[in-house]
């Protein structure tokens, strides 16, 4: 009966590094695929489009002012999170046009345990905003 709290806590610990490392990649590969747009002749860095690159791993990117979109085909490809093969992380709104969020699977309030990724062209800011929340990964 001791061990069971730990235990518990253990779980918790896991699923807020899920999310932590999760939002880890996205930010990296969002400032990977700006890079390879900024240096590539053929990436438009002010618009929408579909961007492919020899530079980077994966397929086709899409791309919305030189940033991957909101959308499985922009950060989830550029980040390649495949989200038909896990069973540790939830997804939602991978369709282009609403921010993109993970949570972490099995969490008692899974809003409260996940990882959001809002393309550049939503924010107002000019770059894409990454928002992670693990107030509650129990």
Known sequence: ??????????????????????????????????????????CDEGGEQTFNSDNLEGGPIELVDGYPEQSAGGILEAAQIDESNSDRLEFNNTGAGSPVEIQAAGAADPANCSVTYEAADSTGTGKPEVTVNTSDCS
């Open 1 to 42: 009966a001791f061990a069971l709290p730990r235990f518990l806590s253990l779980t918790e610990e896991a699923r807020a590094a899920a999310v932590e490392g999760v939002a880890g990649s996205i930010k990296s590969s969002s400032a990977l695929v700006r890079a390879a747009c900024s240096v590539d002749p053929d």
